[in-house]
């Protein structure tokens, strides 16, 4: 008996050791807990400590930046001439404000529009001269209005504005008055072909009153108050924009092209067909028109902008000098042709005049010579 309460006192005494030993160990686990908790903490809050700094450092920077700014003098474009820096306008690297664009524009363009302001008023003096003293203005008036055709043309100018196509009526009238005029002013003929001449003058005579008439009824209609206006219209508000916009040496180059162009055709078409064989005449024909632009444009640049094209006009003025005489003759013929009914003179003296007249056709077509132009370096 004594044995079993010993032994029931040995268990109870190792039950009592294993639940401290377990309780020691939860407690143990606990204070580990706790300390890891505490570490945690520790750590999220340095975390945020951390990122408070990081916060308030980054609007310190923000802060220094903005002052930097602030503090930092910005440069504003300005007009490169009056250095004033509203209504700007970029050219290229360069600012311009709107009014020294517009002055600049208009010094541009003066030079443009004094010779035409002279030009038209040159026209007009000689139409208006011509009807009231039928003097020998019709020519220079011609040569005028070409001329103003050819430079507004240059520019851009639509064939149909108002002012070139009233030019051109004018110009129709005085041509075909000048053709009679080349027949009636010759006074170099001899043998038939004077008798031919003094046969047709009468009834030349009389064609001629009929269309100087013509002229005095239609030019001043058509150079009437309107067409002064439009053509002051046209100087002071819609010149400049044509002379801004124009790039001369570019322009001078497709008209040079053209003409050349002529002439490479003309050239290739008598290889393959005689001078006189009807397409070279044709291009001839059209080579003179290319050719009496250019010799007027350059004759208006020379003088009005002061370049130095004196060369190229030179050229241009012996071409059409030399197709001048082929159409001299070719007014002879036409006439003769128009007329053959009209003339009281023997059919064999006429025959022998047109003949004559054809064979030196022939020989000034023969002797022509043209060639391409280089392109204008100016």
Same mark, same amino acid.
Request: aromatic content about 6%; proline content about 2%; some cysteine.
């Given at each position: 008996?004594?044995?079993?309460?010993? @032994?029931?006192?040995?268990?109870?005494?190792? $039950?009592?050791?294993?639940?401290?030993?377990?309780?020691?160990? %939860?407690?143990?686990?606990?204070?580990?807990?706790?300390?890891?908790?505490?570490?945690?903490?520790? +750590?999220?809050?340095?975390?945020?400590? *951390?990122?408070?700094?990081?916060?308030?450092?980054?609007?310190?920077?923000?802060?220094?930046?903005? =002052?930097?700014?602030?503090?930092?003098?910005?440069?504003?474009?300005?007009?490169?001439? /009056?250095?004033?820096?509203?209504?700007?306008?970029?050219?290229?690297?360069?600012?311009?404000? %709107?009014?020294?664009?517009?002055?600049? $524009?208009? *010094?541009?363009?003066?030079?443009?529009?004094?010779?035409?302001?002279?030009?038209?008023? %040159?026209?007009?003096?000689? /139409?208006?001269?011509?009807?009231?003293? &039928?003097?020998? !203005?019709?020519?220079?008036?011609?040569?005028?209005?070409?001329?103003?055709?050819?430079?507004?043309?240059?520019?851009?100018?639509?064939? #149909?504005?108002?002012?070139?196509?009233?030019?051109?009526?004018?110009?129709?009238?005085? =041509?075909?008055?000048?053709?009679?005029?080349?027949?009636?002013?010759?006074?170099?003929? @001899?043998?038939?072909?004077?008798?031919?001449?003094?046969?047709?003058?009468?009834?030349?005579?009389?064609?001629?009153?009929?269309?100087?008439?013509?002229?005095?009824?239609?030019?001043?209609?058509?150079?009437?108050?309107?067409?002064?206006?439009?053509?002051?219209?046209?100087?002071?508000?819609?010149?400049?924009?044509?002379?801004?916009?124009?790039?001369?040496? @570019?322009?001078?180059?497709?008209?040079? !092209?053209?003409?050349?162009?002529?002439?490479?055709?003309?050239?290739?078409?008598?290889?393959?067909?005689?001078?006189?064989?009807?397409?070279?005449?044709?291009?001839?024909?059209?080579?003179?028109?290319?050719?009496?632009?250019?010799? !007027?444009?350059?004759?208006?640049? #020379?003088?009005?902008?002061?370049?130095?094209?004196? +060369?190229?006009?030179?050229?241009?003025?012996?071409?059409?000098?030399?197709?001048?005489?082929?159409?001299?003759?070719?007014?002879?013929?036409?006439?003769? *042709?128009? $007329?053959?009914?009209?003339?009281?003179?023997?059919?064999?003296?006429?025959?022998?005049?047109? *003949? &004559?007249?054809?064979?030196?056709?022939? #020989?000034?077509?023969? =002797?022509?010579?043209?060639?391409?132009?280089?392109?204008?370096?100016?």
């Amino acid at each position: 008996m004594n044995n079993t309460k010993s @032994d029931e006192k040995i268990q109870k005494d190792e $039950n009592a050791a294993a639940i401290e030993k377990e309780l020691n160990a %939860e407690r143990a686990l606990k204070e580990e807990m706790k300390a890891d908790r505490a570490d945690g903490l520790r +750590n999220e809050a340095n975390s945020e400590a *951390k990122v408070r700094i990081q916060d308030q450092s980054s609007k310190g920077v923000e802060a220094s930046g903005t =002052n930097k700014v602030k503090n930092k003098k910005v440069n504003k474009p300005q007009c490169m001439i /009056c250095k004033s820096n509203g209504s700007l306008i970029q050219i290229q690297s360069k600012w311009l404000c %709107e009014n020294c664009l517009h002055i600049g $524009n208009e *010094k541009l363009a003066l030079p443009w529009k004094a010779s035409l302001e002279t030009l038209f008023k %040159e026209y007009s003096e000689h /139409c208006y001269r011509y009807i009231s003293e &039928d003097t020998e !203005d019709v020519e220079p008036a011609r040569v005028l209005g070409h001329k103003i055709r050819t430079a507004l043309k240059f520019l851009g100018v639509s064939k #149909n504005s108002e002012i070139l196509l009233s030019i051109k009526r004018i110009n129709r009238l005085f =041509n075909n008055i000048h053709e009679t005029d080349e027949f009636l002013n010759k006074t170099n003929q @001899d043998g038939d072909e004077k008798n031919l001449y003094l046969a047709m003058a009468p009834f030349l005579s009389k064609k001629r009153k009929k269309q100087r008439k013509e002229i005095s009824l239609k030019v001043p209609s058509i150079l009437n108050e309107q067409y002064h206006h439009k053509v002051e219209l046209f100087l002071e508000r819609e010149l400049v924009p044509y002379v801004v916009q124009l790039k001369k040496i @570019d322009r001078l180059n497709e008209y040079e !092209d053209r003409f050349n162009q002529l002439v490479q055709d003309y050239q290739q078409t008598v290889e393959e067909v005689e001078k006189t064989s009807e397409g070279a005449i044709k291009l001839l024909y059209s080579i003179q028109k290319k050719s009496k632009s250019l010799r !007027d444009l350059y004759d208006f640049l #020379n003088g009005t902008i002061g370049d130095h094209f004196e +060369n190229e006009e030179d050229y241009h003025k012996k071409i059409l000098h030399q197709i001048h005489e082929i159409n001299k003759v070719e007014i002879w013929i036409s006439q003769l *042709k128009i $007329n053959k009914h009209k003339i009281h003179a023997p059919k064999g003296d006429i025959k022998k005049v047109r *003949k &004559d007249l054809k064979e030196r056709l022939e #020989n000034l077509i023969g =002797n022509v010579e043209v060639s391409e132009v280089a392109l204008s370096q100016n």
